[in-house]
């Protein structure tokens, strides 16, 4: 069983930043790819920023050059480190874990960035 836990999250000014993390529980982190996705009220989810099991990332143009995701297989937990906060990143985020392989797609239950103007 697959469960995913954030944190990370709160209030910040605009220009601040915010580390978010994903710890994820079961065996199968290493060969898992992950995301972080947000949906901000009134708005539906957006892709945010994505790492294969290899290391590789992609990243929304909204994000490229201010977020930063990585991973520690060691610890099971995948990382979001957001500087330049603006006010429009305000957003619940979420992790996404996917093993195609084993048919697994999980998430957490959210962690919430707001960013004061």
């Known amino acids: 069983q697959v469960q995913l836990v954030e944190s990370g999250g709160g209030l910040v000014q605009t220009g601040g930043s915010l580390r978010l993390s994903c710890v994820a529980s079961?065996?199968?982190?290493?060969?898992?790819?992950f995301d972080w996705y947000r949906q901000a009220p009134g708005k539906q989810r957006e892709l945010v920023a994505s790492?294969?099991?290899?290391?590789?990332?992609n990243y929304a143009d909204s994000v490229k050059g201010r977020f930063t995701i990585s991973r520690d297989n060691a610890k099971k937990t995948v990382y979001l480190q957001m500087n330049s906060l603006k006010p429009e990143d305000t957003a619940v985020y979420y992790c996404?874990?996917?093993?195609?392989?084993?048919?697994?797609?999980?998430w957490g239950q959210g962690t919430l960035v707001t960013v004061s103007s």
């Open positions: 790492i294969t099991a290899l290391g590789d990332t």
């Open positions: 079961g065996g199968i982190f290493s060969i898992s790819f």
């Open positions: 996404n874990q996917v093993v195609l392989s084993r048919g697994i797609n999980a």
